[in-house]
């Protein structure tokens, strides 16, 4: 008879067996089911953010606002509208994005699935749209055609949206007065009464690329201050594609920019480079958080909270969980010191969520690929024209 252990060790291999035979014996999902998930999800997606749009053209962000279907006849035609004005074009810029990756991935014959939209109670309606990769892809050349092609996709389209969204602005007296009449009587000079000193509502900072066609495309007196910048539907929907670009653009990990980087440095000399980026990265997100003239419930509350937070995302990033733990508090060190130095600079908070995301669940690192030899010199090319986009769309607080 053999040990307990023995016998415990064979059920559970045995066990372990079973389901891996029933995994790779069960039939692939039908067609028309597949489909059918794909269509749905962008239908619901459709209408989160449309509802999405609806709420932030009135000024606001946060739930979407359910009492639209209380509504009928013509006040629910203008506000789905208003709504679809944002939700069309944002949603099409995404749509452009995952469907280039998808036809370059069908070219370079790796198998993967249709865009899967992600809907979302809040904010924006959706979290964006993926696709998933349903085999190994063997060379670096792939990796980087496949990751360049959604980003440099969505910013062809992205770009031409935001030029419309400047030419076509409808003047003050005409839209935004019928929106707040109690501007009217300012004229275009309305900003310098009706706000108050320092008063800032939601709004989105302006990269670079953003500043450049509003100065060459934009009337100025038909312009709207940033303040009011929800309020413009096809606007505010570029504006936000170029910034889904920028951070699909980040050269981290497997993100598009992890890959477009990966594909001109390579693998060792691109980790090197992602470990000095995400450390930046981090540094910034938590900067401010913490300082000497914090009050004690600040440090009480939130301290172990930040350490813990710190210790997840570093305990993987270097070869021992010690040398780890050792970046993460030499990070907080030095974003107190910061603090000492420059007490009026603050970080982005909102990072540090999507710096848990890719620490902890995506990774830092780009696997490598079995043909690892370099890109052709038009490649090589193309790859550094997408991080210079990536400079142009990219801004280290996009919403203020």
């Not at 749905?40 to 000024?59: D, H, K, N, P, S």
């Not at 208003?82 to 099409?92: H, I, K």
């Not at 312009?223 to 505010?236: A, D, G, I, K, S």
Request: charged share 15%.
């Amino acid at each position: 008879m053999p040990p307990a252990a023995d016998t415990f060790r064979l059920r559970f291999e045995r066990a372990r067996a079973r389901r891996l035979l029933r995994r790779y014996e069960r039939p692939e999902r039908s067609k028309t089911y597949t489909y059918t998930v794909h269509i749905l999800l962008f239908v619901v997606t459709l209408v989160t953010t449309t509802l999405a749009g609806i709420q932030l053209t009135r000024g606001g962000l946060g739930f979407l606002p359910l009492d639209v279907f209380a509504l009928r006849g013509t006040a629910l035609r203008t506000e789905v509208a208003r709504g679809l004005w944002f939700a069309l074009p944002f949603l099409g810029v995404l749509t452009v994005h995952e469907f280039g990756h998808y036809f370059t991935a069908r070219y370079n014959r790796v198998r993967t699935s249709l865009p899967y939209y992600i809907p979302f109670p809040l904010g924006l309606g959706t979290f964006g749209a993926v696709i998933r990769i349903k085999e190994r892809i063997f060379s670096r050349r792939e990796f980087f055609d496949i990751g360049l092609a959604g980003p440099l996709a969505g910013f062809l389209v992205a770009v031409p949206l935001l030029a419309y969204g400047f030419l076509s602005l409808p003047p003050l007296e005409e839209y935004l007065f019928k929106i707040h009449p109690e501007y009217a009587r300012y004229g275009a000079d309305y900003a310098r009464y009706v706000y108050g000193p320092g008063q800032q509502g939601i709004t989105l900072v302006k990269p670079l690329l953003y500043q450049l066609l509003e100065t060459g495309l934009a009337d100025p007196a038909r312009l709207p201050h940033p303040n009011e910048l929800l309020h413009y539907p096809v606007l505010l929907a570029g504006a936000l594609s170029l910034f889904f670009t920028a951070l699909n653009l980040l050269p981290i990990g497997q993100l598009d920019g992890g890959h477009i980087l990966y594909g001109l440095l390579g693998q060792r000399r691109f980790n090197r480079l992602a470990t000095l980026l995400f450390v930046g990265f981090i540094f910034y997100a938590g900067l401010g958080l913490f300082n000497l003239q914090s009050d004690w419930q600040t440090w009480l509350y939130g301290a172990p909270v930040y350490a813990l937070y710190l210790g997840l995302i570093f305990w993987r990033v270097l070869p021992t969980p010690r040398r780890g733990l050792l970046l993460a508090a030499g990070i907080w060190a030095a974003q107190l010191a910061f603090s000492v130095a420059a007490p009026d600079v603050m970080g982005n908070p909102g990072w540090l969520f999507f710096g848990l995301l890719l620490g902890r669940f995506t990774g830092i690192y780009h696997p490598p690929a079995p043909d690892e030899r370099p890109l052709s010199a038009g490649r090589q090319v193309l790859g550094w024209a997408m991080v210079a986009i990536f400079v142009l769309c990219f801004t280290p607080s996009p919403f203020r």
